[in-house]
């Protein structure tokens, strides 16, 4: 049996891009997945989808910068399926500039989003996960959260960020079963790099698809009780980082 049939999957980020792709694996494998959104209507359609081709799941508006927001959608989770086994953080914004070209608005605005809503997101779930004495937690720092590139150092600063936050939650929970995955993924073709703020020449046909990185955080997900795949490392052959 799959070890993720009937477990519950958290997605903070659903509505396109990696999120959306592994909603879509998670729900074919069984798993009872909730896909949050600031637009209730995309990850709605997207649900709408998956349940009328016999999967579970279900929609929800989650703000992640917002505490109502997010503790509302999690409690509701929690209440209503008795559970969240997986949290998937999926979301995020990039801010890839020159130090002198970025608007500070946009910077507080990655700042908050990338560090504070994933603090935000992961303190309210971690919550019900220590109650129930297990669950696992994945989150994407990305290759910038590893090293650095032209023009990216507030972004990587977050990225560097998420991976000092979750080093840190490993220390501080070493007596809890709750495991930790960091995805440390090079370019992946999404909607990213469409972003006014991201300032890049990219060829997206040579970059990572979500449906591969989706498999790799399934593979993370749903590794036995007493195993954690604590980092993973992948990226596109044609620019590969080490």
Request: proline share 3%; aromatic share 8%; glycine share 8%.
């Amino acid at each position: 049996m799959s070890q993720i049939k009937d477990k519950v999957v958290f997605i903070a980020g659903g509505s396109g891009g990696i999120g959306s792709a592994c909603a879509r694996l998670f729900a074919k494998a069984g798993a009872k997945v909730v896909i949050t959104g600031r637009n209730l209507e995309t990850v709605q359609t997207l649900a709408n989808e998956l349940n009328a081709a016999g999967y579970t799941v279900y929609a929800k508006e989650m703000q992640v910068t917002d505490l109502a927001s997010v503790s509302d959608a999690a409690r509701s989770t929690y209440e209503d399926l008795g559970s969240i086994d997986v949290l998937i953080n999926a979301f995020g914004m990039g801010v890839i500039q020159p130090l002198l070209d970025i608007n500070p608005d946009s910077a507080k605005e990655m700042i908050d989003v990338n560090v504070f809503g994933t603090f935000l997101v992961t303190q309210t779930v971690f919550r019900f996960m220590n109650e129930q004495k297990s669950g696992r937690i994945i989150m994407f720092p990305g290759t910038m959260g590893k090293y650095v590139m032209k023009n990216a150092s507030l972004y990587a600063a977050t990225k560097h960020a998420l991976q000092g936050f979750v080093k840190g939650l490993i220390e501080e929970n070493r007596r809890v079963p709750i495991g930790f995955t960091l995805m440390y993924l090079g370019g992946v073709d999404t909607d990213f790099w469409d972003a006014p703020t991201v300032e890049m020449r990219v060829q997206r046909d040579k970059m990572l698809s979500v449906d591969e990185v989706a498999k790799a955080v399934y593979y993370a997900a749903s590794q036995p009780a007493g195993s954690v795949l604590n980092e993973v490392v992948m990226q596109p052959e044609s620019h590969q980082l080490v």
